[in-house]
């Protein structure tokens, strides 16, 4: 059974600040992940999507893949009070697996 | 409007009544996906469908949980002898076949069983 973990904060920022979002994951053949962000009462919806090894950049938003170290993760640069949220990641296959979400919390 | 529509947004429910939700999905999405939430947890699966066929269902979903997708077009979830319990957000996702594809969520049917 795939599992995916996140830490479920708060994380709590300035704004300005970059905001560093981490996934692990316990799955050594899973290739992709997804972020997906949930506002207060919202339905999650996709910002990012990575399937390699590395980084992917868009806009102020890079994910990072290390299969390795079985580690997915999500900078989210100059960081807006807009952007205080819960953030998901999640191994797609067919259905998501997701990880329980971490709130983010951008202080202005 | 096109996205993924659920109906009702809310329902209340005694414990032990039957409740059936409705989702119908982006119209040319031929896979449609349901899922939980409750408060703290990332969404949990429960069953997906492509097409009319459904091709898998959680181990942790009950027997008093039953979805259908007749035409291949709107699910239906249905709850029977509702426990506290299921009282959560069930939220309803379309998408493209493929494994990798995005799925698109609708607003959600949040049940509370009292």
């Known amino acids: 059974q795939k599992e995916v973990e996140q830490n479920s904060g708060p994380l709590s920022v300035p704004e300005g600040a970059i905001a560093s979002l981490n996934c692990t994951y316990s799955d050594r053949g899973s290739q992709s992940f997804f972020w997906y962000r949930q506002y207060s009462g919202k339905s999650p919806e996709l910002i990012m999507f990575?399937?390699?090894?590395g980084d992917k950049e868009d806009g102020r938003f890079t994910a990072q893949l290390n299969k390795a170290s079985q580690y997915v993760s999500l900078l989210i640069r100059d960081s807006q009070p807009s952007d205080s949220a819960t953030y998901l990641c999640a191994s797609p296959g067919g259905k998501l697996i997701f990880g329980q979400g971490t709130e983010l919390s951008v202080k202005p | 409007d096109t996205g993924v529509s659920q109906d009702p947004r809310h329902k209340i429910t005694k414990r032990g009544q039957n409740v059936t939700f409705r989702c119908d999905p982006i119209s040319e999405h031929n896979r449609l996906y349901w899922y939980r939430q409750t408060l703290g947890q990332g969404p949990e699966f429960l069953t997906y469908?492509?097409?009319?066929?459904?091709?898998?269902k959680s181990r942790l979903l009950s027997d008093r949980f039953s979805a259908e997708r007749p035409k291949g077009s709107f699910s239906t979830l249905e709850i029977q002898r509702t426990e506290q319990g299921d009282s959560a957000m069930y939220l309803c996702a379309s998408g493209r076949e493929g494994e990798f594809t995005e799925q698109f969520f609708g607003p959600g049917t949040r049940l509370t069983v009292l």
């Open positions: 469908f492509q097409n009319e066929a459904q091709l898998e």
């Open positions: 990575i399937y390699s090894n």
